[in-house]
């Protein structure tokens, strides 16, 4: 079975470029998540989605950060323009969340970027 | 504001005792109670989780304990295994929203 897989698993950029990271979350999943973690933060909720739909983006940084779900099967987390500070790994999780189950989140293995 | 707080940033136990890790939280509106645990260049994994009506959950080495009042978690591992060497994240949460916490560096020396 094919896990969350994302993609690139390391970007080295220039402050002031655009970043792209992509996601493909497991079939049948309803919820997907993008995290950042750090060594001083950890692990951050960035923002949700629900069937495609954005929940809550309270834990998006700011303006320079957007996220899309444009269907069930992909997701971006785009940085522009981009900052030293925003070098991180970032995770996206998927999940079948409902009302019974204990939500249990499938991570990928993340996508080391690095703002130079 | 951290609602969820891992105050031990690394821990080191011998082969074979128990380890002990622990988390706080704020929130008493938190609904479930998971543990992940992350090796390096990989993403986190479930490894158990409590609903908010227990107070102690058991998968084999792994038994996760809730205490409401004092709104803390904490997962043991016995015996601890030189597999088990990994970062464990804490992490709560409802329905749909789970707060982590900065995790703990588990070492287990063999």
């Known amino acids: 079975d094919a896990g969350v897989i994302q993609s690139p698993r390391h970007e080295v950029t220039e402050m002031g470029q655009e970043v792209t990271l992509r996601c493909k979350p497991i079939?049948?999943?309803?919820?997907l998540f993008w995290y950042r973690q750090t060594m001083m933060r950890g692990l951050e909720l960035l923002i949700y989605?629900?069937?495609?739909?954005?929940?809550?983006d309270s834990g998006m940084p700011e303006d320079r950060f957007s996220a899309k779900m444009p269907n069930a099967s992909f997701s971006t987390l785009k940085i522009q323009p981009s900052e030293p500070r925003d070098s991180a790994v970032y995770f996206c999780?998927?999940?079948?969340?409902?009302?019974?189950?204990?939500?249990?989140?499938?991570f990928g293995e993340g996508s080391r970027l690095t703002v130079l | 504001d951290q609602q969820v707080k891992q105050n031990s940033p690394s821990l080191s136990v011998q082969e074979g005792r128990i380890s002990i890790l622990n988390c706080d939280y704020t929130?008493?509106?938190?609904?479930?109670f998971l543990w992940y645990k992350k090796y390096p260049a990989e993403g986190p994994t479930f490894l158990i989780s409590?609903?908010?009506?227990?107070d102690k959950n058991e998968d084999g080495r792994f038994t996760v304990f809730l205490n409401k009042s004092a709104k803390h978690l904490s997962l043991h591992i016995v015996p601890s295994q030189p597999g088990d060497s990994a970062v464990y994240f804490c992490a709560v949460g409802g329905t749909y929203k789970y707060i982590f916490g900065t995790g703990t560096r588990l070492k287990v020396l063999a």
């Open positions: 929130n008493s509106m938190f609904d479930y």
């Open positions: 079939s049948g999943h309803n919820s």
């Open positions: 999780a998927s999940s079948l969340l409902a009302a019974t189950n204990t939500g249990e989140l499938f």
């Open positions: 989605f629900n069937n495609n739909v954005p929940i809550d």
């Open positions: 409590i609903s908010s009506i227990k």
